[in-house]
């Protein structure tokens, strides 16, 4: 029903950034919020920034003040990424989450590696 295609990860050096891209197809008007999940070896999925297509934003408290996701839930987000840490080595996978008149559903991106080394 909705494809996405992400972008944008690679290798930065601690306090450096990066921008992550995920373009969104197929029945994109029926999305309500696009976002990130971040999962780093040994650790659980973790939740890193949401948009909704209303154009609000959330972040939890590991990622805030750093990162922001901004962009149209109908065609493209970007999550910029500042002041990166070690610990925000992982690969983030985009995810949209929408509803339709026959079911709701969650969509993933392939995912892309950011890697930050001190």
């Known amino acids: 029903q909705v494809q996405l295609v992400e972008s944008g990860g690679g290798l930065v050096q601690a306090g450096g950034s990066l921008r992550l891209s995920c373009a969104a197809s197929g029945r994109s008007n029926s999305i309500n919020a696009m976002g990130w999940y971040r999962q780093a070896p040994g650790k659980q999925r973790e939740l890193v920034a949401t948009?909704?297509?209303?154009?609000?934003t959330h972040y939890p408290d590991s990622v805030k003040g750093r990162f922001t996701i901004s962009g149209d839930t109908k065609i493209k987000v970007y999550l910029q990424m500042n002041s990166l840490k070690p610990e925000d080595t992982a690969v983030y996978y985009c995810?949209?989450?929408?509803?339709?008149?026959?079911?709701?559903?969650?969509?993933w991106g392939q995912g892309t590696q950011v890697t930050v080394v001190s």
């Open positions: 995810y949209a989450q929408g509803t339709s008149p026959i079911r709701d559903f969650t969509s």
């Open positions: 948009i909704t297509s209303g154009g609000s």
